[in-house]
């Protein structure tokens, strides 16, 4: 194996010391990473990783050597990328992460409209409402909802959702409109939990949170149905901003207890690789981050 190789090796590791993640990155076998690290560190005289029984770790040296070894590699990959012309043209393999419902409300236009900018690039969509590892699984960039942990990944903010209370006019003209939590227990209410007869909604009165548990008139599998149940009359429900902006931006829902809404929850486009990002995942983040700041259901108090 030719230097070039082990220093592919070693700066896999870059993202998340972790052997098994770098032979998976790389498609590799676990003990050929391992062989290569050993060559590198026989050949430098000094160690690269600290191992213990919780994994690896970089040692100091191999701080340093990381540094060098993507600095080289960088160097190298927009060599090639230059002289095959990739830096004009985004192409290959793309894998994004996306919540579900924000998917069907707010981003499949803004991937249609990707995919008609960039033909050469072919998406794989993975729908769930959940933080992923992103390195462990392969992903190049995901969507997220809410706050987020700690880590090295580059997220780019784009707006805000909050959870609402909401019911049609025509409702609200026939029962009354709650003026404060407490109201929603003479309500009819609709849950989003199966076979459950009890609400639990959290709210926030001057930042100090509150919990109404009242008993639901209807219980829905999903959120989509008693978005539905609602515009038809059913009662009040409670969900995220998004998969209900056109029925309030149509006005057939109305949204009620807005002083009492937990703090709006940040969305961000998350990826890995920073300025070493592919022309593709440039591309594709600079596209959505652009279109979802623009969206009406991103604004931070819309509606």
């Known amino acids: 194996m030719d230097r070039f190789h082990e220093m592919l090796m070693f700066e896999a590791l870059s993202e998340r010391p972790s052997l098994a993640a770098a032979a998976r990155r790389l498609n590799v076998s676990g003990p050929t990473v391992v062989r290569a690290i050993a060559r590198l560190e026989t050949r430098l005289g000094v160690p690269l990783l600290q191992r213990s029984t919780r994994g690896v770790s970089l040692t100091e040296s191999g701080v340093v050597f990381m540094a060098d070894c993507s600095r080289i590699l960088k160097e190298i990959e927009d060599a090639e990328a230059s002289a095959k012309g990739l830096h004009v043209q985004a192409q290959g393999n793309l894998t994004v992460l996306l919540p579900l419902l924000f998917s069907r409300y707010v981003m499949t236009p803004l991937l249609a409209n990707y995919m ?27 969507v997220l909802v809410g706050n987020l942990p700690s880590s090295s990944l580059i997220a780019r903010p784009v707006g805000y959702v909050r959870t609402i209370v909401c019911a049609s006019p025509t409702y609200l003209e026939a029962h009354g409109v709650p003026a404060e939590p407490e109201d929603l227990k003479s309500h009819r209410l609709i849950g989003i939990q199966a076979y459950r007869e009890k609400i639990n909604w959290d709210f926030s ?12 008139r209807v219980s829905c599998t999903t959120v989509q149905a008693a978005i539905d149940a ?74």
Not at 116 to 142: K, S
Not at 205 to 216: D, F, M, Y
Not at 271 to 289: K, N, P, Q, T
């Open 116 to 142: 008609g900018f960039y033909p050469e690039v072919t998406i794989f969509a993975h729908y769930h409402d959940r933080f992923p590892n992103m390195n462990e699984e392969g992903l190049d960039v995901a």
């Open 205 to 216: 009165r001057h930042g100090v949170p509150s919990t109404i548990k009242a008993r639901s």
């Open 230 to 303: 609602a515009a038809y009359g059913a009662g009040l429900t409670r969900c995220l901003s998004y998969p209900a902006y056109d029925y309030l931006n149509g006005g057939r829902l109305r949204r009620v207890l807005q002083p009492f809404e937990l703090p709006a929850l940040p969305v961000h486009v998350v990826y890995r690789e920073g300025r070493r990002a592919s022309m593709r995942v440039r591309s594709f983040v600079d596209h959505i981050v652009e279109g979802l700041r623009e969206h009406p259901a991103m604004l931070p108090d819309a509606h």
